[in-house]
């Protein structure tokens, strides 16, 4: 990728990050689905959401379930999700991880609505900071 298109897209991203600190500041709850795909956008996302309450979740399944929902999709880039898989499952920090392979999506919104009214701490976020864990 060229410097200015990398300058251009890691601008965008500090701004997404910022918006949804903003967001939350004002009381706002966001969900972010995102993939972070090198140590400086995932310590930008650390940086800027770290005093904030940031439930953390690990959606994962198996590198054979990605392939066969890629080739389903037709909408991607052939190879990208394994190309991904070690980057996006790299932080071992999850307040609530939910496998997509045997879990329904209602299941997965159940539990992570159990999770938010059980009052549990939200520590991922601040766990991944002081271990400095990036995801590249």
Do not use: W
């Amino acid at each position: 990728m060229e410097v200015s298109a990398q300058i251009i897209i890691d601008s965008l991203v500090t701004l997404f990050y910022s918006t949804v600190k903003f967001m939350s500041e004002k009381g706002i709850n966001v969900v972010v689905d995102t993939v972070n795909d090198n140590d400086e956008r995932f310590n930008t996302c650390l940086g800027l959401l770290i005093d904030r309450p940031v439930l953390f979740v690990g959606v994962t399944c198996s590198k054979e379930e990605l392939i066969r929902r890629e080739k389903l999709r037709e909408d991607r880039q052939s190879g990208l999700a394994i190309a991904q898989y070690d980057i996006v499952y790299r932080p071992e920090e999850y307040d609530i991880e939910l496998n997509t392979e045997t879990l329904r999506p209602n299941e997965c919104a159940n539990l992570i609505v159990d999770f938010i009214r059980s009052i549990r701490e939200y520590s991922a976020f601040k766990k991944l900071d002081k271990r400095s864990v990036g995801v590249s």
